[in-house]
């Protein structure tokens, strides 16, 4: 019979915490701290209460299966639970949506997705207006309402209806989204109205502006056109500011429920491998022997120190789509997974993670893009168990380092809609300052990039992570706007065999590139 004494101190400091725990647990608990000696029982029991609470219990009734966990934890506090998974690779269909509750005035996990297709069509650029609007009207430099008392420092931020409705003159500031509703004549439009803007005298301060994209227009309304003075994109919110919204909930997508971006545990792991790393290479072309023997010097290269994971970005193919394709692939793959099994360690050290591009076998040039066709993943996941292929763009959680990557030309595309280029010493910084401050992947009309209307939030990039990965048809750059990275390995079979590699320990970006001369077996 356990202590009735030790019972009675397990009913104490349980109540004390609002807990309730029935008898049976209470004498099964004192047979485990009678094991321990008397005066580290007490400071035993806070801790495992401590630990119970973090498991966020739906009620106060604490069960068997809580304090096993805590017991657990305590006996091994370096030993990662079941939520705590080192490596996840989340696919554009699985990605949270958020949006901004009017009601709870912050934002929350939207889990309702039954909008009809016309529906989704309707409220794509709705959703993307919302989020950038309540996102702005929470920064200081704004103000809620038009109707607060104006503060100093403070910019009133109006609705285009009000604009119109009140047939105001003079200085005004609105957002809207940049659109060409006749050849050669910009408007700016909210959810409430559409105003035409004259550009012509606009200080546009160096920002990447483009058809499609969100702004802040300063300017004086007359004649019923907004002659626009200065322009600028949203202010960018935090993630850790994010953070009160939303709590411990995982916003950032994958299998559990609770974010893994403050696990203290996997941030040790993290720390602790500082020679880990994640190579990202673009445009690996299967069907050209050439290409497949450098990538077959890489992982000679990587032999002795495997990557925690290889993220290989398609096109697959040399060449565009047509009838010869799928034999191609099928022996593309066929020799890549010849040279991949010739590196026993790294087979059992590495992901391999494949991305499709926009033009690879599949489905049509929509994003999301769905995986690589069933039959080519069977061959290789046969040989390559740790061999993913997800969708394009996906998403990366190693350990509390959050990684988007997409597989699309945007900053080419992004330049051919610029209605003002930037300063080209800064180019990249202010291309990942446009996607950042539009907390979206492709910030563009959806005839530049189509998107699959009901999954437009899977491009969404907010709360911002920690690295975007944007493989683009361009060259290697690595960039850094607003603490987080925004890279481009370069194409692979084009760009002088160049590749990138992350080190989460230290969140460091290492260009590489493979010398043209080096002989290859």
């Known amino acids: 019979m356990a202590d009735s004494k030790c019972v009675q101190m397990i009913q ?19 047979k485990q701290l009678l094991k321990i000696s008397e005066n580290e029982r007490e400071s035993w029991l806070s801790h495992i209460i401590e630990l119970i609470l973090a498991q966020n219990l739906g009620d106060p009734h604490v069960k068997a299966e809580h304090i ?11 030993k990662l639970k079941d939520t705590e998974t080192v490596f996840n690779v989340i696919n554009g269909y699985d990605i949270p949506k958020i949006r901004y509750d009017i009601s709870k005035k912050k934002f929350i996990i939207d889990n309702e997705n039954s909008c009809s297709e016309a529906q989704c069509k309707s409220l794509v650029f709705k959703h993307r207006f919302e989020l950038a609007w309540y996102k702005t009207l ?30 105001r003159i003079g200085n005004v500031c609105v957002m809207g989204l940049i659109t060409q509703l006749m050849e050669d004549q910009y408007y700016l439009e909210d959810t409430s109205g559409t105003v035409k803007i004259d550009l012509s005298d606009t200080d546009f301060q160096n920002t990447f502006i483009m058809e499609g994209c969100i702004v802040i227009a300063n300017g004086i309304y007359k004649d019923d056109v907004l002659h626009v003075k200065n322009i600028n994109l949203p202010p960018i919110e935090s993630s850790e500011s994010l953070r009160s919204d939303f709590g411990d909930t995982n916003t950032f997508g994958g299998p559990h429920n609770i974010s893994l971006k403050m696990s203290e545990k996997l941030r040790v792991h993290e720390e602790n491998d500082q020679d880990g790393m994640i190579v990202f290479i673009a445009e690996l072309w299967l069907d ?14 990587y032999m002795d120190y495997p990557p925690i994971a290889f993220v ?50 599949g489905s049509p040039k929509i994003l999301p893009k769905p995986s690589l066709p069933k039959y080519i993943i069977e061959e290789v996941t046969k040989v390559i168990p740790n061999a993913i292929f997800t969708t394009n763009p996906c998403r ?12 699309e030309d945007m900053l080419t595309k992004m330049c051919r809609n610029a209605l003002r280029f930037p300063k080209e010493e800064h180019f990249f910084k202010y291309f990942a300052k446009a996607i950042i ?14 998107v699959n209307w009901r999954y437009d939030h899977a491009l969404q990039i907010f709360p911002t992570p920690d690295l975007i990965v944007i493989a683009d048809n361009f060259e290697t750059y690595t960039t850094n706007y607003s603490d987080c990275y925004v890279i481009n390995p370069g194409m692979f079979s084009k760009n002088n065999f160049s590749f990138q590699a992350y080190v989460p320990a230290i969140n460091q970006i290492q260009d590489c590139q493979l010398p043209n001369d080096t002989n290859v077996a």
Do not use: W
């Open 12 to 30: 104490t400091n349980f109540s004390l915490y609002g807990l309730v725990l029935s008898r049976e647990l209470r004498v099964s608990l004192a």
């Open 68 to 78: 096993k966990i805590a017991i657990e934890e305590c006996l091994e506090p370096n």
């Open 138 to 167: 929470r920064h200081k430099q704004f103000m809620s309402s038009k109707f607060e008392k104006q503060q100093t420092n403070e910019t009133n931020l109006i609705p285009i209806e009000y604009l119109l409705s009140e047939l």
């Open 288 to 301: 050209v022997p050439h290409i497949l023997q450098k990538f077959k010097t890489i992982l000679e290269g």
């Open 312 to 361: 290989l970005c398609g096109h697959f193919l040399s060449f565009s789509t047509n009838t010869t394709s799928v034999q191609a692939l099928l022996t593309g793959f066929k020799n890549l997974i010849d040279i991949i099994a010739q590196y026993t360690n790294v087979i059992e050290s590495s992901k391999f993670v494949f991305v499709p591009g926009p033009h690879d076998l």
């Open 396 to 407: 990366i959680q190693y350990c509390t380092k959050e990684i988007v990557i997409l597989r």
């Open 437 to 450: 401050s539009q907390s979206h992947l492709t910030p563009v009309p959806l005839q530049v990039v189509p």
